[in-house]
């Protein structure tokens, strides 16, 4: 059974390198706004997250039919479309296509849904090169690090970090920090890997059953160049992404690009239905725990996500922890209530990560309840009894106190007193998780029912008679 | 499908059906016409400027020498339009990354997209996909009576339904993956140059 993952140990180290903590918080705050002032731009901005979260409930609600008009369609297409109940499957079954294909090169745009399924590693413990083309992907990939962020993997880095990494890996000047030159370090190092690929990878934003379509939104090219550039093209897409129409794809087109980044759109928003002459093309659709979460009351509005990363860029927690600090596929708010489902051990300390602030469920373009969701994680983490002792003790005392006004009374008094006058060691020690990374604020020189009595309670009484 | 394939078919579909939340309605979706008739052309320039797009509005009599002006140092012009001889068409690359070795590729769109600034090209103009994104620099004809107001008119555009491959490209490749510094190109075109220009006749939204 594995141990429960401590988001708050594990952003310790980001939170002591202020250079890298405000650095994150500041971009990704822009981000934030820059969501904003797009989304004031369109007069309908509101009604169009109504309808995109009223289509992505009707499609789950009638989940098995629309992946069979899928099927239908594509197979008419000329697609190949294969089923894989979880990741081994799934990496099972992209591994024979390659190895059918007799290459030991895959070229890959980025896709969370592989990184779920851990199909890299899967992959080159089999001897095939596996290349990430997106530009935040592949440093992330340089350096041995998951993405730690669904948008733009390797936010987190400085420019500093990216000319010391591709100076080690390609032998480029580590003193040069321009973006430009980096980028183009990459593009020359990257490119080639299109031109003698055999096969090439894409993940899908959307999947549109009535055409057999899926759509992937990039800005680099990466996933037309995966898809278009070798002989065979291999689609990996979770059961959930299915939209009935192209009419309906417009509504998360227009809300999509906004919502991640305060752009229209991004600049390659690509269809794709079938092969052409002379290749192949396989879409391969994922479970991997989707049907399950589908069928539980509290949570599967979390199926709707469209992966616009709104909901992480305007967290408080997360802008300041990083997203590697979750120790998960997907991090911030939409990964504390998706990573449970996946293992509830390893992931039962997630939803304590979050103000509760409800900020994510304000920007999520599909109407997703996140902070109550994570709300009731922590109910299902309680009921399950996966509450650290220490937490669950004091929600006990919590609980005892917040429930007997005079107890409340009495202990905010002495507490009050206590903070003044205890010494540090006693305050910040491992009872207190409040004590970690911030100060208790100073105390009050008195509290509000000593200041009520003082101030108002006599001159009540005087009015009232 | 092999027989695994078949069963993990089966148990995922048995399972979604046994999950799946009781029915709810698919809702109507409006089209969203801005409530005055707006300049399309005029906002479409706007739209492609803000993702880095150049957009040539004065007429071009002549595309060759447009061409030859702009991008001095290209040898291999790439050209699927009529209006242009290039020194090479798509049909005569023997694989598709053959594309690499072009400097300037020149394509018609279909359709323009105010709100965004995007353009529309699919397999059956470009004939080799990978001439949009392997040349260095693309240009893109564009018919002004061809922009429409919105994404929801766009995706009326018969394209979607039934060519293998179309894209909404809106201005050359980027990223932001560095630090969330904008940059000009990533792995694709290094610019994107569109010019307003008359189709030569016939509905190119049949495509």
Known sequence: MSKPIDQAKNAEAFLADTVHEQRLDKLLWVMRQRRDAAARLVPEWEELRTLASAIKEHTLSRLSGYLLEFEARATANGVVVHWARDAHEHNQIVYDLLAEQGTNMLVKSKSMLTEECELRPFLERRGIRVTETDLGERIQQLDDQPPGHIVGPAIHKTTHDVAVLFSEKYGSDPKNEDVPYLAGIMRENTRPGFLHAAAGMTGANFVVAETGAIVVATNEGNADLSANTPPLHICSVGIEKVIPTTESLAVFIRLLARSATGDTITQYTSTFRGPRKGAAMHVVLVDNGRSERLGMKRFWHSLKCIRCAACMNTCPVYRRSGGLSYGSTYMGPIGIIMMPTFEIRKYSELPFSSTLNGSCSNVCPVKID???????????????????????????????VLSHPTLYQIATETLSTALQVLPHFA???????????????????????????????NRNEVSSS | ????????????????????????????????????????????????????????????????????????????ICSAVPENPGTIKPASLNHWS?????????????????????????????QVNTIAFLAHDLVVLLDPKDIVE??????????????????????????????GVVVHPAQGVKTLTVILSRGPGGDSRNG
Request: hydrophobic letters at 40%; proline letters at 6%.
């Open chain 1, 370 to 400: 996140i902070h109550e969701q994570i709300y009731g994680w922590r109910e299902v983490m309680e009921e399950n009894d996966q509450i650290q002792v220490v937490k669950k003790e004091a929600m006990r005392v919590a609980d005892e």
């Open chain 2, 1 to 76: 499908m092999n027989s695994i394939q078949t069963l993990s078919r089966n148990a995922i579909l048995d399972a979604v059906r046994g999950n799946q939340p009781a029915a709810r309605p698919m809702p109507a979706i409006p089209r969203y016409h801005a409530s005055q008739p707006i300049d399309l052309v005029a906002t479409f320039c706007e739209s492609i400027a803000r993702m880095a797009g150049v957009v040539v509005t004065e007429q071009i009599s002549d595309p060759d020498s447009f061409l030859r002006n702009k991008f001095p140092d290209a040898k291999v």
């Open chain 1, 427 to 457: 305050i910040y020690n491992r009872l207190n998780a409040w004590g970690k990374h911030r100060d208790i604020p100073e105390a009050a020189t008195e509290t509000f029912h000593e200041w009520y009595r003082t101030h108002r309670l």
């Open chain 2, 150 to 179: 919105n994404i929801h008119d766009a995706y009326e555009h018969p394209h979607f339904k039934q060519r293998p491959y179309s894209v909404l490209m809106t201005g050359p490749s980027g990223s932001g993956d560095i630090s």
């Open chain 2, 98 to 126: 053959e594309a690499s070795t072009i400097d300037v590729c020149i394509v018609r769109s279909p359709m323009g997209v105010a709100e965004t600034g995007s353009i529309l090209l699919s397999d059956f103009e470009l």
